[in-house]
């Protein structure tokens, strides 16, 4: 983790964690022939708390000599601007920063002070929203700038060593709510594990060691068939190679669009199926292999990244507004679908950023009240003249069209009686 003249920056909240964190590699600076400082990030949601955890940071680095940066960031506001929940929020922008100290120069390693429990808590977490072999992993001890030097160590014995040597400690009030979900499984489904079965986040986490050597395996043997004929290999093996192909072109990965991907590959040999990714990128399947298209420059006049509300001109007729509405009720949600130009979408479902655009050949939708996916240009045939289908408008996000002009919003984004947060699309002709 810690190689000679590196400067590790710890972050330190001034819970048990992050304090024995900063305490352990003080101990070990001088052996290992590291520079210590630390950074303190008040998010500013806890009033006199958040300022009660500054001062104590302040005066335990003061105490111990050691260098502190302290960055008060608003990050309600943050995740406002963003459309996160404040927890995925708070995380973001804390990441922000401490790769702005990476960039600085101020640190070379950021250490954070994830725990056992941690590494066992976040397997439930991923395992509850679905993931795949990676995600099953858990936490890892290194990755990119950043390490984890307790994430073998029990909270127990995090607060233990903090008792041997008299160090007290803050609490975050927060951290005793069941508001946050990871909250919930600390507290609630955590004790039940142990009830169950006792040391179960000790079992769970050498369940994730295990799980690492095999997906280490599989990675070093995609390696070896890229560019194989994918219909003769192994799912697992096809799917990590679908994975290690969408990184190497910055394409977003996510559960779904692999799936999607690898159904094309196994669905098509002598023909050629597409499947419309991020932008304007295209992933082709034909004989098994794997290929990068972009759409062509006729079909991608209007593509604009979507990161705040506001009324969009798309073409010399038409507009498309755009807005959020968060943690609101929306009422006479039928009203609302019976005008002909406005769509409400669930925000939540939505996967990574949203883009307006012009349609492109790959496109597919699976409309409200219909059961099958379909595809837009052939839906569009139906209800537009040819000169109007190439500057008919649609919304994508990561996974694809989330709404387009005549096919309306597609079934994964449709809101619920669970909705809480929307996205409001409206689509105007200009006079």
Not at 64 to 86: D, H, Q, T, W, Y
Not at 319 to 324: A, D, T
Request: aromatic content about 6%; some cysteine; hydrophobic content about 35%.
């Amino acid at each position: 983790m810690i190689s000679k003249g590196d400067t590790v920056c710890c972050a330190l909240s001034g819970g048990a964690d992050s304090t024995a964190l900063l305490l352990a590699l003080k101990e070990m600076s001088g052996e290992l022939s590291f520079s210590l400082s630390a950074v303190h990030i008040d998010h500013m949601l806890r009033g006199e708390e958040s300022l009660r955890d500054e001062r104590f940071c302040i005066s335990l680095c003061r105490t111990e000599g050691i260098p502190l940066k302290v960055f008060r960031r608003n990050a309600e506001e943050f995740s406002r601007s963003r459309g996160m929940s404040v927890e995925t929020g708070a995380r973001e922008m804390r990441y922000e920063i401490f790769g702005e100290l990476v960039k600085s120069g101020f640190a070379s390693k950021i250490a954070t002070a994830h725990n056992l429990n941690d590494n066992a808590e976040t397997v439930i977490f991923r395992l509850a929203r679905g993931t795949g072999l990676k995600g099953l992993c858990g936490i890892p001890p290194v990755r990119d700038f950043f390490i984890r030097p307790l994430l073998n160590c029990s909270r127990d014995e995090i607060e233990n060593f903090l008792g041997s040597i008299g160090q007290d400690h803050v609490t975050d009030s927060t951290n005793l709510s069941d508001e946050y979900a990871r909250n919930r499984i600390r507290l609630r489904v955590m004790p039940e594990l142990s009830a169950v079965h006792g040391g179960s986040p000790e079992n769970i986490v050498r369940t994730t060691l295990s799980l690492s050597e095999d997906e280490d395996f599989i990675s070093k043997e995609a390696e070896k068939f890229a560019g194989s004929d994918l219909t003769k290999l192994h799912p697992a093996l096809r799917k990590r190679i679908i994975i290690n192909f969408l990184d190497s072109h910055n394409i977003s990965v996510n559960a779904a669009r692999v799936r999607e991907i690898d159904s094309a590959v196994m669905r098509a040999y002598e023909t050629e199926l597409n499947v419309s990714c991020d932008g304007n990128q295209v992933v082709s399947s034909r004989r098994g292999k794997l290929y990068l298209k972009e759409n062509s420059p006729a079909e991608t006049i209007n593509s604009l990244k979507i990161e705040k509300d506001g009324i969009y001109p798309f073409s010399s007729d038409k507009i498309v507004i755009i807005s959020k509405v968060i943690n609101e009720n929306i009422s006479n949600m039928g009203s609302v679908h019976k005008k002909l130009t406005t769509y409400v979408l669930d925000y939540d479902k939505i996967q990574g950023g949203v883009v307006l655009r012009n349609r492109l050949r790959s496109d597919r939708i699976r409309p409200v009240g219909s059961d099958k996916t379909r595809e837009l240009r052939k839906i569009l045939q139906e209800k537009l003249p040819p000169e109007k289908r190439k500057v008919s408008a649609v919304v994508s996000d990561d996974l694809g069209v989330i709404w387009s002009e005549c096919a309306g919003i597609d079934r994964r984004v449709r809101p619920d009686e669970n909705t809480k947060n929307f996205l409001i699309i409206q689509l105007k002709l200009k006079a």
